[in-house]
């Protein structure tokens, strides 16, 4: 279950979730565009409508394999009397219903599918409805952009590892190697450790050379210089693990920041890839 997110409607904030690439959202959050204070009141006249136990038991026949169909006769049969009525926690608990659920906790409220939540603000105010799924695709796009950065950036990243791997030492040392003077300092933090171990420097004294600059050295670092660090912190992670000192770990980091930062910068798909960044800002 991924992290809560939210959506702007019509003044509201919207809130939903994803269950097993299933978009959920917030009834509740709906509801309160007719009535802020009642929300339940109106989840529970919409639940009355013969109409609305039709649709949402269809949904459920089509995609809950455990649907309680027999159950779900019964509240079809009673639907639309003056004595019917139906709350969102007996539909789920009668009918082992998976497209309406419950959750509790600070973004807690009722849930729906998003084809039944867009059916319940059809019912609710057609004008709300189109708002809600323009932002809902809008909040589709922009996780598709990012999943489509992300995707380039992790093969990106898979060249410039093969070409770390396949590329020989060279003869020729960046960054500048530690000295056993240095490597005998005790770190306050792996972070230092490992930004010693590249850049020849801690986030302290970064700071102290640099007064005017915001964040911190890794901010500043280069696509090449974070693609070792993160390889750094996977080898740190295996030299504590087998119980190496500090001062061995230091001078270890520090040989592979210098192997693998020469072969970066001598690789030609790291140069093809920084020409292409240039171009596409002159363009």
């Known amino acids: 279950m991924s992290k809560n997110k939210k959506i702007h409607v019509k003044g509201l904030d919207i809130v939903l979730y994803q269950d097993n690439q299933h978009d959920y959202i917030s009834l509740t959050d709906i509801a309160r565009y007719r009535d802020a204070e009642r929300s339940d ?87 709300f409805k189109f708002y809600l799924i323009k932002e809902f695709q809008r909040l589709k796009e922009d996780e598709n952009s990012r999943l489509k950065l992300e995707w380039s950036l992790q093969r990106t990243i898979s060249k410039i590892n093969y070409q770390i791997h396949t590329d020989a030492i060279k003869e020729n040392l960046i960054p500048k190697a530690i000295t056993w003077q240095q490597a005998g300092f005790v770190y306050a933090s792996e972070a230092d450790l490992l930004n010693m171990a590249l850049f020849g420097i801690t986030a302290k004294e970064w700071r102290d050379n640099n007064p005017g600059q915001t964040g911190n050295i890794r901010d500043y670092a280069t696509l090449e210089q974070l693609v070792v660090l993160s390889n750094m912190e996977s080898i740190n992670a295996l030299l504590i693990a087998r119980g190496l000192p500090q001062a061995e770990r230091l001078l270890q980091l520090n040989q592979v920041a210098i192997t693998q930062m020469k072969s970066l910068l001598e690789s030609k798909t790291i140069k093809r890839l920084n020409r292409s960044k240039d171009d596409g800002k002159n363009g």
């Open 41 to 127: 009141y109106i989840l529970q006249n919409w639940m009355r409508n013969r109409s609305t136990i039709e649709f949402i038991g269809l949904w459920e026949t089509f995609n809950n394999t455990g649907f309680n169909s027999i159950e779900f006769d019964g509240i079809k049969n009673m639907s639309g009397s003056n004595s019917f009525s139906l709350t969102p926690k007996r539909w789920i608990e009668s009918t082992n219903a998976i497209g309406i659920i419950s959750k509790t906790g600070r973004y807690g409220g009722t849930f729906a599918h998003k084809d039944i939540a867009f059916e319940f603000a059809t019912w609710l105010s057609a004008e």
